[in-house]
């Protein structure tokens, strides 16, 4: 998918677990037009780094939205909640990619929830 491979396909009934200074990639599959919302528990941050990045992109990687997170604003969000997530709307029905990366110090489990939604 957008010439890349990714680790694995992923849904709302499963999460992957990783290690962060890194990246990865995975694919979400949506059946119509939905909200994809990619939510991150740390363990341990040790460093906060300076950026994370998330981007998820259309069926073809026509479009793409990425959200840029300063490090110091990821690891507040994820102490005073529990879990750093955002999301972005995906309209077409297909396979999408979502890539991942961060320069923060931590274990972690990522899961995606979607939600089907009208734009």
Same mark, same amino acid.
């Given at each position: 998918?957008?010439?890349?491979?990714?680790?694995?396909?992923? !849904?709302?009934?499963?999460?992957?677990?990783?290690?962060?200074?890194?990246?990865?990639?995975?694919?979400?599959?949506?059946?119509?037009?939905?909200?994809?919302? %990619?939510?991150?528990?740390?363990?341990?941050?040790?460093? %906060?780094?300076? @950026?994370?990045?998330?981007?998820?992109?259309?069926?073809?990687?026509?479009?793409?939205?990425?959200?840029?997170?300063? !490090?110091?604003?990821?690891?507040?969000?994820?102490?005073?909640? !529990? %879990?750093?997530?955002?999301?972005?709307?995906? @309209?077409?029905?297909?396979?999408? @990619?979502?890539?991942?990366?961060?320069?923060?110090?931590?274990?972690? @489990?990522?899961? *995606?929830?979607?939600?089907?939604? *009208?734009?």
């Amino acid at each position: 998918m957008c010439n890349q491979t990714a680790s694995c396909f992923i !849904g709302d009934q499963s999460y992957i677990e990783g290690r962060f200074p890194g990246q990865g990639k995975i694919i979400v599959r949506l059946e119509e037009p939905s909200e994809v919302k %990619v939510s991150f528990y740390f363990d341990d941050i040790s460093a %906060v780094g300076t @950026l994370t990045s998330i981007v998820w992109y259309e069926t073809g990687c026509k479009a793409s939205t990425r959200a840029d997170v300063e !490090g110091q604003s990821v690891a507040t969000e994820s102490n005073s909640t !529990g %879990v750093f997530e955002r999301s972005a709307n995906l @309209l077409e029905k297909d396979e999408h @990619l979502i890539s991942f990366k961060s320069d923060l110090e931590a274990t972690y @489990l990522m899961k *995606v929830e979607i939600t089907p939604t *009208v734009f």
